[in-house]
């Protein structure tokens, strides 16, 4: 028999509730059902009118102790156990947020803390996959204590971050990972905010161009039930041939040149459809209350990297718009460095610099930078502690005002005369350090399009100071694919790459 309600998968055994913002149960119902909520010895009640419900209740303290509510109606009663309530963070993005600490080489013993609590959205491309292929998708989430089994499941950086901000702060953690491998921006927007910024509807119209090739809905179905095995072949000869040692390229040509053309026809069913994981995932878990947004993304978008800055900008407004809260401290990754096989130069840095035009710390948006994290034939860095701890440290900074500098350096402004560029740095009071002592990355570009590295370089306080550049039409600093960082704060955080047009 149909349920008369039912929760939404997040409200679960060991969950751990958002302190200081209202609490939201929601799920979905029959109509004009009454239902009842005990908590902390008081009855709420609430009527239902159509066929999800939304049950808002006052803002709980850090509570340590664990306790148990129960929502329930005539027929139906749920009971919900071992509760606390601390600070909730979502890690979002792609695979570099997917990367599970078991996957790293560098953390070995994870440590039990039952005050750490890990929430994984299921990773869904559509609704209902896990019905169709039970074999490949799965739907039953629950929290999970933090200790030394579910830890090695979960994101490394998920878990760096949630063990020392636990350590930080001394209340409890709880960390939702809703992540997915190789995807878009766009698809972790809703289609209504993609709809509304006209900027953005040259993606959606290559969308309905896509579409447009089946007669009917039967022939795209047909095909994907086609493509999906043989996808799921070619990733499994990806992990065969990376684990005998091959680079990330040479294995994917070694799988290409075993399976084929493995891509899944776009269409309804790909989880890279404009607002695909948005509606999968993202909608899972909105509008439980949050703190804050940490988010590793960027690496797929580089053939749209002249619509990122305007696309990034959407999906935090739709972010916040879900959750209902616009103010949502977003906390984003600038993307590793990599050498990108057959994308050429400068390639990602374009998604480099629409991802530093993203940051407006007066509208809570920040960023920490990975780019000298990177492995050059590797697109997924091993060791993700170091991003974890910038993530960090910005977090704390930004969101708990607990210490300082925690942002890269990075283009602030420049002046321009007769051969001679000063250029002026933000987010970064500390001063600039060349590690090589030789001020390396910097180039200059001429109008024939030739490019040479810069001589005469100076880092002053957190200033650089370029001369003999006459004639140049445009500075560089990194603006590779997977350049080498020199220059860096006092504090070890790179200098953002940036590229100045000069103007005669």
């Not at 050429?344 to 809570?364: H, K, L």
């Not at 402004?413 to 350090?433: A, D, I, M, P, R």
Request: charged share 25%.
């Amino acid at each position: 028999m149909k349920p008369f309600f039912t929760l939404a998968p997040l409200f679960g055994d060991h969950m751990i509730f958002q302190t200081g913002k209202p609490v939201k149960l929601f799920g979905t119902c029959r109509k004009k059902v009454e239902l009842k909520v005990d908590w902390f010895g008081e009855s709420f009640k609430y009527r239902t009118e159509g066929t999800t419900f939304l049950i808002e209740l006052s803002a709980l303290p850090v509570t340590r102790t664990p306790f148990s509510f129960t929502i329930s109606c005539r027929k139906q009663i749920v009971e919900v156990k071992d509760c606390l309530a601390g600070d909730v963070i979502l890690c979002g993005g792609q695979s570099n947020m997917q990367f599970t600490l078991k996957e790293t080489v560098f953390e070995t013993r994870p440590k039990n803390n039952a005050s750490i609590r890990f929430y994984e959205v299921p990773k869904l491309p559509y609704e209902n996959a896990h019905m169709e292929f039970p074999w490949l998708y799965h739907a039953t989430p629950k929290w999970e204590e933090c200790d030394k089994v579910s830890a090695l499941g979960f994101s490394a950086v998920g878990y760096y971050v949630s063990q020392s901000l636990q350590d930080e702060l001394d209340i409890p953690i709880g960390v939702i990972s809703c992540n997915n491998g190789d995807t878009s921006v766009f698809t972790w927007t809703n289609m209504t905010d993609i709809l509304e910024n006209p900027a953005l509807l040259r993606y959606v119209n290559n969308y309905k161009a896509e579409l447009a090739k089946y007669a009917k809905p039967d022939d795209y179905d047909k095909l994907f039930k086609e493509r999906l095995p043989k996808l799921m072949e070619f990733w499994s000869e990806i992990e065969k041939g990376v684990a005998a040692g091959l680079s990330g390229e040479e294995a994917n040509k070694r799988a290409f040149a075993k399976v084929g053309d493995a891509t899944l026809p776009m269409g309804p069913k790909h989880w890279n459809r404009p607002s695909g994981e948005f509606d999968t995932m993202v909608a899972k878990v909105t509008p439980f209350p949050i703190k804050a947004v940490l988010f590793y993304q960027g690496e797929s978008d580089h053939q749209n990297a002249d619509l990122y800055e305007q696309a990034f900008k959407t999906m935090i407004k739709s972010w916040r718009k879900a959750f209902g809260d616009a103010a949502l401290p977003f906390i984003f990754t600038q993307v590793a460095g990599y050498s990108y096989p057959g994308l050429g130069e400068p390639g990602i840095a374009y998604v480099r610099e629409a991802q530093a035009a993203c940051i407006n710390p007066t509208d809570n948006i920040f960023m920490a930078s990975a780019i000298d994290l990177g492995e050059e034939n590797n697109i997924h860095p091993k060791d993700k502690r170091v991003i974890a701890e910038r993530l960090l440290n910005v977090l704390l900074e930004k969101v708990y005002r607990k210490g300082k500098n925690s942002g890269s350096p990075a283009l602030f402004s420049y002046q321009y005369s007769e051969g001679k560029l000063v250029v002026y740095t933000q987010y970064n009071n500390l001063n600039l350090v060349s590690r090589s002592g030789q001020n390396l990355g910097f180039s200059v570009v001429f109008e024939n399009g030739s490019e040479f590295e810069a001589e005469k370089v100076e880092l002053t306080g957190n200033q650089i100071v370029i001369r003999n550049i006459k004639h140049a039409v445009e500075i560089r600093y990194n603006f590779k694919n997977h350049p080498h960082c020199d220059v860096y704060s006092a504090n070890e955080l790179p200098l953002l790459p940036f590229r100045i047009k000069l103007k005669y």
